[in-house]
């Protein structure tokens, strides 16, 4: 089944730091493009960031530009992001999402993880 | 970056009756060496993830209901439902995906039952 996991969210303090996963099945991971979007309570949605399938050019929203990193490993069909001084506007639920070959639109989705920076 | 506005912010149809949601973008997203609109549509349910309706402005994704259509060109979109049905109550999300990336999202139009 052709499939996209989140794991790894969760409570943190202002300043604190997570690491996201996005587990892939189905595809052949190392040939997509691969993003994040987040949604925060009750708003739109926003992208992250984004990661060519060799993982060699990432591209970030200039909101989290210098706190985050976007990172895969091909031979684990994983896709992380490492979220550093956290923000209570980083509090979101984040989306790993798979984008077209060639393009960047997207054609599936995980369900999402849910970040709450609060303290 | 290219911003995306969406109108209205939410909209009330029948059932059985069409909804139309507007979708502009601050500069052209399309491409004139191949003539593509950078320009896709994504529905959201409540509790689900987005799911991809639209791309190239126009092309349907596979599997989705022959009611739902895109069209526009250049900076002004729009996604038109034909006939609504129950199931397509959800907030409804245009996307640019020109250049380099920032991409962008609209704000969302929130499509209800009148």
């Known amino acids: 089944e052709v499939q996209l996991l989140e794991s790894g969210g969760g409570l943190v303090q202002p300043g604190g730091s997570l690491r996201l996963s996005c587990a892939a099945s189905?595809?052949?991971?190392?040939?997509?493009?691969l993003s994040w979007v987040r949604q925060a309570p009750g708003k739109g949605l926003q992208w992250v960031s984004l990661?060519?399938?060799?993982?060699?050019?990432?591209y970030y929203a200039d909101s989290v530009k210098g706190r985050f990193t976007i990172s895969r490993d091909n031979s684990k069909n994983t896709l992380y992001l490492q979220m550093n001084s956290l923000r209570a506007e980083d509090t979101a639920v984040y989306y790993c999402?798979?984008?077209?070959?060639?393009?960047?639109?997207?054609?599936?989705w995980g369900r999402g993880t849910l970040v709450t920076v609060s303290s | 970056d290219i911003v995306m506005t969406q109108s209205p912010d939410s909209l009330a149809v029948s059932l059985g009756e069409r909804a139309t949601i507007n979708c502009k973008s601050s500069?052209?997203?399309?491409?004139?060496?191949?003539?593509?609109?950078?320009l896709a549509w994504y529905q959201q349910k409540p509790g689900q993830p987005p799911k991809l309706l639209i791309y190239?402005?126009?092309t349907r994704e596979s599997g989705v209901p022959d009611r739902f259509s895109g069209s526009g060109s250049g900076t002004d979109f729009t996604l038109t439902i034909s006939s609504l049905q129950a199931e397509d109550v959800a907030v409804y999300y245009c996307?640019?995906?020109?250049?380099?990336?920032?991409?962008?999202f609209g704000q969302g139009t929130r499509l209800e039952i009148k």
């Open positions: 190239w402005a126009s």
């Open positions: 990661i060519s399938g060799s993982g060699g050019d990432t």
């Open positions: 996307q640019q995906y020109y250049g380099t990336p920032p991409i962008t």
């Open positions: 189905g595809f052949t991971f190392s040939s997509y493009v």
């Open positions: 500069q052209s997203v399309l491409y004139s060496s191949n003539n593509k609109n950078y």
């Open positions: 999402a798979k984008c077209v070959m060639g393009h960047w639109f997207f054609d599936l």
